[in-house]
């Protein structure tokens, strides 16, 4: 099967601060990751997507970076507000339709 | 609108009955899934249905029968209920198998075992 782990699973930061969530994946044929967002009692939300192809790809106050080398990426939330607390997972995908998701981070922000 | 609903969002029940949870989309997709998160915060995918017809089924016990009445449809029945099988289950679309295309979850069903 595959893995895709999270380095940290908890993460606590100011309001205003900058977050930044990491994923570890295990398969060198993976083309395609997305990060999703999941709120309390709720379930997981796009946020942003990249493909292999790229190596940083940008939304509103997100960035997500991919360095395939080491097999990583990462998220990051500029000026984190109390409403991006949430569970955060990667997702891989190597083709077709299956997604792989990591464990989740659980980012908390402090007002 | 909602574009991926799941009904009923709470079921309590005893050990070995049997229940069923029902997923609707209204986005027009025409692959459908199931995917279990245990008390971790750990998503599996279980299955995925395309155009009514199977095409991912996980390493998941037989007492799982996922139906797809129709494209927008995905129900699943769950036999003979064991304690472990408490989870919240998640139903999700997305559109065309064979391409990377993003899935659209639903609210969740939260199944408790006792």
């Known amino acids: 099967g595959e893995s895709v782990g999270l380095h940290l699973p908890t993460l606590s930061v100011q309001e205003g601060d900058n977050s930044i969530i990491n994923c570890a994946y295990s398969n060198s044929a993976s083309d395609y990751f997305i990060w999703y967002k999941q709120e309390s009692g709720k379930g997981p939300q796009f946020i942003i997507d990249i493909r292999s192809n790229m190596d940083k790809r940008q939304g509103q106050r997100v960035t997500v970076l991919l360095n395939k080398t080491v097999k990583h990426l990462s998220l990051q939330i500029a000026a984190t507000q109390p409403g991006d607390s949430a569970v955060y997972f990667c997702a891989e995908n190597s083709g077709g339709n299956q997604f792989y998701f990591g464990t989740g981070t659980s980012l908390t922000v402090i007002p | 609108d909602t574009a991926v609903s799941q009904t009923p969002k709470y079921l309590v029940t005893q050990m070995g009955n049997d229940k069923s949870i029902k997923c609707e989309q209204n986005l027009g997709h025409d692959t459908m899934y199931w995917y279990k998160q245990d008390s971790k915060k750990f998503l599996k995918i279980m299955f995925s249905?395309?155009?009514?017809?199977?095409?991912i089924n996980e390493t998941v016990p037989n007492r799982f029968s996922p139906k797809s009445p129709d494209k927008a449809h995905l129900n699943l029945h769950i036999n003979s209920l064991e304690l472990g099988d408490s989870a919240v289950y998640f139903c999700?679309?997305?559109?065309?198998?064979?391409?990377?295309?993003?899935?659209?979850f639903g609210p969740g069903t939260r199944l408790l075992v006792l």
């Open positions: 999700a679309s997305s559109n065309m198998w064979g391409d990377q295309e993003t899935q659209y």
């Open positions: 249905y395309n155009n009514k017809e199977l095409i």
